[in-house]
Nanobody, 126 residues
Framework: QVQLVESGGGLVQAGGSLRLSCAAS????????MGWFRRAPGKEREFVAA????????RYADSVKERFTISRDNAKNTVYLQVNRLKPEDTAVYYC???????????????????WGQGTQVTISS
């Protein structure tokens, strides 16, 4: 069982930056592929970014490439999402998620993630 707690959201102006964090409980964090997803008002949850167990491989949604960076610190049981050059359409609740430790592949499919945090709100003003 992994518990995930996101933090770092807030209200920022367009063009600004935030650093989202997701702290994981337990001793198996380094065994989990991690992902960030978001849900905008009135829209379905969508993939944002994912990172493999060691942090050596990442994947991004086209809409956030070159603006967002996912990273992890396995010693701190934490995954991060640096979000830059924010746009109003980035407004959403951002969730981190973990795949089961038996799954080593990066995935953008939310159905393949087993554990989810409660989310952190990111609001961009124009």
């Amino acid at each position: 069982q992994v518990q995930l707690v996101e933090s770092g959201g807030g209200l920022v102006q367009a063009g600004g930056s935030l650093r989202l964090s997701c702290a994981a409980s337990g001793r198996t964090f380094r065994m989990h592929v991690m992902g960030w997803f978001r849900r905008a008002p009135g829209k379905e949850r969508e993939f944002v970014a994912a990172i493999n167990r060691s942090g050596s491989d990442t994947r991004y949604a086209d809409s956030v490439k070159e603006r967002f960076t996912i990273s992890r610190d396995n010693a701190k049981n934490t995954v991060y999402l640096q979000v830059n050059r924010l746009k109003p359409e980035d407004t959403a609740v951002y969730y981190c998620a973990a795949r089961a430790p038996t799954n080593s592949l990066i995935s953008g499919n939310p159905g393949q993630y087993l554990y989810w945090g409660q989310g952190t709100q990111v609001t961009i003003s124009s």
